[in-house]
């Protein structure tokens, strides 16, 4: 049998779509990490051994950015320190783990991360709160597990779930532990159809304005 060995530049991974390899070894990760480099648009998780290299669509980018930037609403009306970190590569060897976010924040160690250049969770804590979008693998959620992420969104198919990790596992949860006096995911899924019809930055002003109604409500 005669084996054939690709270089990356000749895959090409169409928007919306996944590509899986396995038996990936650590080694091997990082240096696909490095040749892809800092600028790629491809989305990468890697899970003991399974890589999964994802190339988002339109949509699925437009969702992020909206679902981020409600979240830094949310945080700013709520008066809570926070810390973005976009979608920054987390990894630890030793539990043979690497994700990339969507979308992620500092909250609870917001602090802590004033102005890393470097990460090492081996040392630093993990991201409080994190997103993705169209997740449909076990891959993504055993990365997230292993690094200890404490609140996961995934938003797919149009619904969007508040997962909070609870011992080893992830556990849906009604109410986002990190807002739990605010009904956050009537309010997204609210807004993000909204925003099939209007401009996000309409849709923007109007998660703020509703937001600031319910905390007046709630207080």
Not at 46 to 75: C, D, R, T, W
Not at 197 to 203: I, Q, W, Y
Not at 212 to 219: H, P
Request: proline share 5%; aromatic share 8%; with cysteine.
């Amino acid at each position: 049998m005669v084996l054939t060995t690709l270089e990356l530049r000749q895959i090409e991974v169409k928007p919306g779509n996944c590509l899986t390899l396995h038996d990936v070894s650590w080694q091997q990760f990082e240096q696909i990490l490095t040749e892809m480099g800092d600028d790629r648009h491809a989305h990468i998780a890697y899970y003991q051994g399974n890589l999964e290299i994802q190339m988002p669509s339109p949509e699925h980018e437009k969702a992020k950015v909206l679902i981020g930037e409600f979240i830094k609403i949310l945080l700013d009306e709520l008066k809570m320190e926070w810390e973005p970190y976009g979608s920054t590569t987390f990894r630890r060897e030793e539990m043979l783990a690497g994700i990339e976010p969507d979308d992620c924040f500092y909250i609870e160690n917001a602090r802590k991360m004033i102005g890393m250049r470097t990460l090492d969770l081996s040392v630093d804590p993990p991201p409080d709160l994190a997103i993705e979008i169209d997740v449909t693998s076990k891959t993504e959620i055993s990365a997230y597990t292993a690094l200890g992420v404490k609140e996961l969104w995934r938003y797919a198919d149009q619904k969007l779930q508040i997962l909070q990790l609870q011992g080893k596992i992830y556990v849906e949860v009604k109410n986002s532990p990190t807002f739990p006096n605010l009904p956050v995911r009537e309010l997204i899924m609210e807004f993000l159809e909204m925003s099939r019809t209007d401009l996000a930055s309409v849709v923007r002003r109007g998660f703020r304005q509703r937001v600031q109604e319910q905390l007046l409500l709630n207080s």
